[in-house]
């Protein structure tokens, strides 16, 4: 079991950047494959990037390709979500998902993992 702490939320104008951070407890973090999920209010959560536990391989929904750039470094058991171009549709609660030895596939399914508690990008234009 992992936990997950997330931060780096807060209020930008459309335009503007955020770089969103989680940090996982655990001997074995190298084994998790990260996502970044998203909630707005009325809405249901939505995958945003996830990352694989090997090589890299990265996958991001349609809304943010090419604005969003998600990263981790092993070494210090984090994983990073860079947003650039901010919308105010992307005004949400980000929430990260760590799954063990997932695919990049299963990496976007809402419906499981571990998370941590959020943290809030309001985004004003």
């Known amino acids: 079991q992992v936990q997950l702490v997330e931060s780096g939320g807060g209020l930008v104008q459309a335009g503007g950047s955020l770089r969103l951070s989680c940090a996982v407890s655990?001997?074995?973090?190298?084994?998790?494959?990260m996502g970044w999920f998203r909630q707005a209010p009325g809405k249901e959560r939505e995958f945003v990037a996830a990352?694989?536990?090997?090589?890299?391989?990265?996958y991001y929904a349609d809304s943010v390709k090419g604005r969003f750039t998600i990263s981790r470094d092993n070494a210090k058991n984090t994983v990073y979500l860079q947003m650039n171009s901010l919308k105010p549709e992307d005004t949400a609660v980000y929430y990260c998902?760590?799954?063990?030895?997932?695919?990049?596939?299963?990496?976007?399914?809402?419906?499981?993992?571990?998370w941590g508690q959020g943290t809030q990008v309001t985004v004003s234009s």
């Open positions: 655990g001997r074995t973090f190298s084994t998790y494959t």
């Open positions: 990352i694989a536990w090997s090589g890299g391989i990265t």
């Open positions: 998902n760590a799954k063990l030895l997932a695919t990049i596939q299963a990496a976007t399914n809402p419906l499981s993992g571990s």
